[in-house]
């Protein structure tokens, strides 16, 4: 309760003073991320016993990973409208290795003025950026690698924000009404979402307008 207590008060001092934060992606994405590591880490941790230190802290990223993404999953959507299948896999790799190269990189900052010294350090900061690229790349170009076109409204996003943590904590808990109910919801919403995408796909459209006193014409056939 204490850490939920804390963003809350955090989010609110800060809105106090600059309101107009409560539109802005990151600031939705950053409290969603922290509040999804609050909420889902300690279940899903709790999931796995680990047998030994190397494979327990692997699994610590993997579970912070899960649960900052399922955190904002619904946000990052539909923003960005798409989700980054491998993201769990990418992120025991890339986390730890991005804390080493902020490390590297505050060191430059402090160091780089010293005779040699400077050098190497600038030498390893420059080959673990290049490192990190091709890691990113890696993970970028694997098959299905990110879903895209996905197109959600702001009710499907409240939806998805009650759906994913309430139906995460009936799974935790093993509440079959509670998934019975859920799964119910998701088959209904899933025809819906059938439905619309279907006369989406159906609609043609020429939409005209001005732009710098020129005319502007978009046509618009299905999904393109």
């Not at 796995?48 to 904002?72: D, I, R």
């Not at 999953?73 to 491998?86: C, D, E, I, Q, S």
């Not at 079959?176 to 859920?182: D, S």
Request: hydrophobic letters at 60%; charged letters at 5%.
């Amino acid at each position: 309760g204490g850490g939920f207590n804390g963003v809350f008060a955090a989010a609110f001092i800060q809105l106090l003073f600059f309101p107009l934060n409560l539109i802005e992606v990151g600031f939705q994405l950053s409290y969603l991320a922290v509040l999804g590591i609050l909420y889902f880490y300690p279940k899903i941790y709790s999931m796995v016993a680990m047998p030994n230190v190397l494979l327990s802290k692997a699994w610590q990223l993997a579970c912070v990973s899960l649960s900052a993404t399922l955190g904002t999953l619904p946000v990052t959507m539909y923003f960005f409208h798409t989700f980054p299948v491998w993201f769990m896999f990418s992120n025991i790799l890339l986390v730890p290795f991005g804390m080493i190269l902020l490390v590297s990189l505050i060191a430059v900052l402090l160091l780089s003025w010293i005779p040699f010294l400077g050098a190497c350090i600038v030498f390893i900061a420059t080959w673990g950026l290049e490192f990190l690229l091709i890691l990113v790349h890696f993970f970028a170009n694997l098959p299905y690698a990110q879903i895209n076109d996905i197109h959600l409204s702001e009710l499907e996003v409240f939806l998805l924000l009650l759906f994913i943590p309430t139906m995460f904590y009936w799974v935790y808990q093993r509440n079959i009404k509670g998934l019975h109910f859920w799964t119910i919801m998701a088959l209904l919403y899933s025809g819906y979402f059938w439905y619309g995408s279907r006369q989406l796909s159906k609609q043609r459209l020429i939409v005209t307008s001005e732009l710098r006193n020129q005319l502007l014409v978009c046509v618009v056939q299905g999904h393109h």
